[in-house]
């Protein structure tokens, strides 16, 4: 059921990158949805994001718009920016949630995969930035928050070190970047997920490493949800986080807490 708009999510417009996918990208849009922000579903596959803005607009009885965004693709990425906020008028929200990755130790990684991974989390996490940013400033607000991981911060293999590398190097984005631009009223802060399931990682891990994870590493006993990283999400583009920038938070049932 479609939540009535409050005089605080009300005609707020949000840009979330891979946003249609099974995992954290699509919890986030449904529940910033559901919160009564006016969404921009993009993601790399146009039919899926299409999809999910259509659902979407049932549910709530209002129109989603939809937008094929390739985050590696500066251009692409400013064109698209550019036309949600001729069409909506306004960004008040940028959720970077794009990522790739692909684990080869740094001994025999390919360069392609090097390049690819930073691409991708990286350099499309800067773009979405670089011109989101402009049209924040000139409305005196808006909220930015970086998806990074806790294999920005972890000692182990788990992850791969251009993924880890490139999720670090957000925290770094995101806390100067943030410094640079509170004075506009700008927010921008990071969420560094652990473990999060979705049917994808099946594709990659075995049944037993899930259990495992949740047996032996989590203080919780089970893995994450994607509606755990969107919960947090919501918060942080809220007011109610009005005086919180330039912050990182886990979201990993204790396996990594990092302060």
Same mark, same amino acid.
């Given at each position: 059921?479609?939540?009535?708009?409050?005089?605080?999510?009300?005609?707020?417009?949000?840009?979330?990158?891979?946003? =249609? /996918? =099974?995992?954290? /990208?699509? =919890?986030?849009?449904?529940r910033l949805a559901g919160d009564g922000l006016d969404v921009v579903v993009t993601d790399a596959h146009e039919r899926?994001?299409?999809e999910l803005a259509e659902r979407l607009s049932q549910e709530h009885g209002r129109e989603f718009m939809s937008l094929a965004v390739d985050v590696t693709d500066e251009v692409a990425v400013q064109a698209a920016i550019d036309e949600v906020v001729r069409r909506r008028g306004r960004l008040d929200?940028?959720?970077?949630?794009?990522g790739w990755s692909k684990i080869e130790p740094v001994a025999a990684m390919s360069v392609e995969t090097w390049r690819r991974c930073i691409d991708v989390d990286l350099n499309g996490t800067f773009y979405c930035m670089r011109h989101a940013l402009p049209h924040m400033i000139a409305q005196k607000g808006g909220a930015i928050v970086n998806i990074s991981s806790i294999a920005a911060w972890e000692a182990n293999a788990e992850h791969g070190a251009a993924y880890s590398a490139a999720k670090a190097a957000i925290l770094a984005l995101t806390r100067v970047a943030a410094a640079e631009n509170g004075r506009h009223g700008v927010r921008i802060n990071a969420v560094a997920p652990g473990l999060i399931y979705n049917d994808f990682l099946r594709k990659i891990y075995p049944e037993d490493f899930f259990t495992g994870y949740a047996e032996h590493r989590s203080l919780l006993g089970r893995v994450g949800k994607p509606d755990d990283v969107a919960a947090?999400? =919501?918060f942080l583009v809220s007011e109610e986080a009005g005086y919180i920038t330039g912050e990182v938070y886990g979201v990993s049932g204790g396996v990594s807490p990092h302060a």
């Open positions: 059921m479609s939540q009535e708009l409050t005089g605080e999510t009300a005609g707020r417009v949000a840009f979330v990158t891979a946003g =249609a /996918g =099974a995992g954290i /990208g699509a =919890a986030i849009v449904t899926r994001a299409s929200v940028l959720v970077n949630n794009a947090l999400v =919501a």
